[in-house]
């Protein structure tokens, strides 16, 4: 994740999710089971409806009769997104359950994580196996199992070699997924750069601190800001900072339907100033900076009339930024958006949270601390009568 979305790329290759080629897999595995042959492909029901042919990379049967047991593994082909679990083996073992007629009980293997905390709407202590994927692999095994499940169930164990290695490279071990990556997807397709998914990791990301019991959450734009902003507050634990993005509206509703009671926000001078100016999805593409917004800021600052005018036709708010810091007015500049920051928030949700903002420069660093602490016109605009503006800037 980065502060400053690149350009958006067309035409990219869409993928499967974990999801999907695990429900590949198990129906490989089921198959095998109950044929005696490992297929060499097959046809899986995805969650969205669609039937895709899923190659099987390899396979094996092994014991006699009750201890009979199958492997199917399925390569996940992300397509063209950026994700880690791509070139994945993703591999079922299916063995009878003659003691569970009927039934089909998943099970995570090694390289799939185990959840910890609660907060995701799963099992603590079960595989991370998120609903929609469990009840897609359950459907693909019982349509290949047919008659066997009369006086059988069937155990399916899923694992992911290398899982653990992959799942460092995402957000798994902040919300309390260990040992091994999550098994994910809710239509089964991997759209490359998927806003719906990077919002809703943002929302689940809220969910589990507040399941946690925490009361405060640390939104931030990106990684640079991340970074700054545990520097800053070292003592807040992992799962209370988020990267929210561009989605600063579903964050903060998410945030507001929790009861989460502090926010803090750490942002650099772009996305201040889109969410000063009123913005919720900040991206590039959907939201333009307010050159006047900006230039009117400055002028009360105390910058000239050329800066101002300027300001007004420059395409950055960096540029604004730079400008006020030749200036030596950057502070009065970043402290006069941040406080149209919290009175944009405190009127959009009154009473529901304390709100602190926190400015770094473009490289994450802060070389000058100055903060302000003050009661807006009506008390009811956060929970503690007072709304807090702190800024660090380089």
């Not at 998120?130 to 897609?136: M, W």
């Not at 040992?179 to 490359?192: F, M, Y």
């Amino acid at each position: 994740m980065t502060d400053e979305p690149g350009r958006k790329r067309r035409g990219l290759r869409t993928g499967f999710t974990t999801g999907a080629c695990a429900a590949a897999a198990a129906r490989a595995a089921t198959e095998a089971l109950v044929s005696g042959r490992v297929p060499e492909g097959v046809d899986c029901l995805l969650p969205n409806g669609q039937t895709v042919p899923f190659a099987v990379a390899s396979g094996q049967l092994k014991g006699e009769g009750a201890d009979r047991l199958a492997e199917a593994v399925v390569i996940k082909d992300a397509g063209d997104d950026p994700d880690c679990t791509h070139g994945a083996y993703l591999t079922a073992a299916v063995r009878l359950l003659p003691q569970a007629p009927g039934e089909v009980r998943l099970r995570g293997g090694t390289g799939v994580g185990t959840v910890t905390q609660p907060g995701l709407g799963l099992e603590v202590g079960g595989p991370a196996i998120n609903p929609v994927p469990r009840r897609n692999i359950t459907a693909n095994v019982r349509a290949v199992a047919g008659a066997l499940l009369a006086d059988q169930g069937l155990e399916v164990i899923l694992s992911v070699p290398g899982g653990e290695a992959m799942a460092r490279k995402t957000l798994n071990p902040r919300l309390g997924i260990l040992g091994g990556i999550s098994i994910l997807g809710t239509t089964g397709i991997v759209r490359p750069y998927s806003t719906a998914a990077f919002r809703a990791s943002v929302v689940q990301g809220i969910e589990v601190a507040a399941a946690q019991g925490q009361d405060t959450l640390v939104l931030t734009t990106g990684g640079r800001t991340e970074k700054f902003v545990m520097r800053t507050l070292p003592d807040l634990p992992p799962v209370c900072f988020v990267q929210m993005g561009d989605f600063t509206g579903a964050a903060l509703d998410a945030a507001a339907r929790l009861g989460l009671r502090r926010i803090v926000i750490g942002c650099m001078v772009g996305k201040l100033a889109k969410m000063a100016q009123g913005e919720t999805m900040t991206h590039a593409r959907r939201a333009e900076v307010d050159r006047d917004l900006l230039a009117t800021v400055a002028q009360d600052c105390g910058a000239p009339p050329e800066v101002c005018a300027a300001i007004r036709q420059a395409e950055t708010a960096r540029y604004a930024a730079e400008r006020l810091t030749e200036l030596g007015l950057a502070p009065a500049f970043h402290l006069a958006l941040a406080r149209r920051l919290i009175a944009t928030l405190a009127t959009r949700y009154p009473g529901r949270f304390a709100l602190q903002v926190l400015v770094c420069d473009f490289e994450g660093e802060h070389l000058l601390a100055e903060a302000a602490t003050e009661t807006l016109a009506s008390a009811s605009l956060a929970p503690h009568g007072s709304l807090s503006c702190e800024l660090k800037r380089g």
